[in-house]
């Protein structure tokens, strides 16, 4: 997979860098030489959501950035973004340094998004520091009341500052207030199942909050990310947007895609498990989110991962107990693969984008990574489109207890997995040392990526 798209081509790396691409390259003598005739060779992955050291309440996620990590790499995902999430009352500062010294294990090269659970004059001016330092994604929340939930004119001051400063807003978009409301509902009337989860997060609590953030995206010209977009109403409304121009961009995750809220009906300590936020939905809704992937209102699939081990979920009697999150960071490529590719909804280039080019694009990562190209990093994984892979095989699943994806043998199987230069993974073998992992300044999205992901001439693009 080149920049221009799929070509039988030679790749030469030299150290962590790749130096030369293109046709009937001859070798000199000591050079080493891996012939992969007949397979596909696609830019290391982006995973541009994860949670590898989040806590909610007294519960911490399963992975953490060593073992998270290493079903990163097995799942070919070469660089991974994780959210800094500070604690209530939390600087950013602390935030940061607990979250730089738990990344020093990481396998795989890692980046940063930070969230904004308050906003003051002060926080405000923090961010343009933020930027300069590499950290360009700032993810906001009109959920979570309780802990992370802005109102929209905060948000729109988050926007209005990070747009001009080169950085991109993340948005968790859900009605706060109303799940806030309908929660309360049904707790008081003894309405405690898994199922609850997602009657009490209906699809209008997440259209509702697209529509207000597409308005402050139309005020300020903020590039924007709607994250883990889970409905097809959401898609008409970005489709809309960006018919308009303006700057905003979808993200879905596996399990949108794959799952369907019947796993919410399962018995209480199997339906906890699939418990997320937004939640999953209908199948109507994932075969509308797959046609949003391919025609381009979806520009990313990231996994979201944020795995809870079985006792912290058991020890919930009521869904709103239940701390939220699912696990894919290891199966991303293969559920991917199979919905995309395989079942000839689109080709390898889209696949690429979706999961390498475009998350390294609004990263700010691109194009050190994201593409195969003299001057990136070699990050290269190495795809056999006829082989098959089970999803439960360790390391994929990662450390958690659970795994929702046990039991699947999914088509594509990945051969190899090469990092900077390095291989990383091969066949069933990681050879990815903890520590190995470096840290990724992003750099500020700049006009013609911008327009390059809206698929539109420069002249659209006005950032204030
Ligand atoms: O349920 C989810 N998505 N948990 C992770 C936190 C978030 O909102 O992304
Ligand atoms: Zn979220
Ligand atoms: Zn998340």
């Known amino acids: 997979m080149t920049p221009m798209g799929l070509a039988p081509v030679d790749i030469v790396v030299e150290d962590e860098t790749i130096v030369w691409v293109g046709v009937d390259c001859d070798p000199s003598e000591g050079d080493m030489v891996v012939d992969l005739a007949g397979l596909y060779v696609l830019p290391g992955f982006v995973d541009m959501h994860t949670h590898l050291h989040l806590r909610v309440g007294q519960y911490s996620v399963a992975d953490d950035f060593q073992t998270g990590t290493a079903a990163a790499l097995a799942g070919g995902t070469t660089t991974v973004v994780e959210y800094v999430t500070p604690d209530p009352g939390e600087t950013f500062t602390s935030a ?137 109403e959401t898609m008409e409304l970005l489709a809309e947007a960006r018919s308009r121009g303006l700057p905003v961009f979808g993200e879905t995750c596996p399990h949108y895609l794959w799952l369907t809220e019947r796993q919410l009906l399962r018995p209480f300590e199997e339906a906890i498990h699939y418990i997320c936020s937004p939640p999953i939905r209908t199948a109507s809704d994932a075969m509308k989110l797959w046609d949003g992937l391919c025609t381009g209102v979806l520009q990313f699939v990231a996994t979201d991962h944020c795995p809870f081990f079985s006792e912290a979920r058991n020890s919930a009697d009521s869904f709103d107990k239940v701390p939220n999150g699912i696990s894919g960071i290891g199966a991303r490529f293969n559920l991917t693969f199979a919905g995309g590719l395989y079942s000839g909804r689109f080709g390898m280039e889209r696949l690429a984008h979706v999961l390498s080019t475009h998350p390294a694009m609004i990263c700010g990562l691109y194009p050190r990574k994201g593409v195969i190209a003299p001057g990136a990093d070699a990050d290269l994984v190495v795809v056999d489109p006829f082989g098959r892979t089970d999803l439960g095989e360790e390391p994929l699943a990662g450390a958690c207890d659970f795994n929702p994806w046990e039991g699947i043998e999914a088509p594509g199987r990945l051969l190899a997995v090469m990092g900077r230069g390095e291989w990383l993974w091969r066949e069933h073998d990681l050879s990815a040392k903890p520590g190995r992992g470096r840290f990724q300044e992003r750099r500020r999205l700049s006009h013609n990526l911008l327009a390059h992901l809206l698929g539109k001439d420069m002249a659209w693009i006005f950032c204030p």
């Open 96 to 232: 940061l340094d607990r979250w730089r010294r738990v990344s020093e294990k990481s396998r795989a090269d890692y980046a940063f998004h930070v969230c904004i659970p308050r906003v003051t004059d002060d926080v405000l001016d923090e961010l343009p520091g933020l930027i300069r330092q590499g950290i360009t994604g700032f993810k906001v929340f009109l959920a979570y009341p309780d802990r992370l939930m802005l109102s929209t004119a905060e948000i729109g001051r988050v926007m209005s500052v990070v747009g001009p400063a080169g950085g991109v807003v993340f948005v968790h978009a859900e009605d706060g207030v109303e799940v806030e409301r309908l929660r309360a509902e049904a707790v008081s009337m003894g309405r405690k199942a898994p199922i609850e989860h997602a009657r009490t997060r209906p699809a209008r609590t997440e259209v509702e909050a697209v529509s207000l953030i597409l308005d402050l995206v139309e005020k300020t010209r903020c590039p924007t990310v709607v994250v883990h977009v889970s409905c097809g």
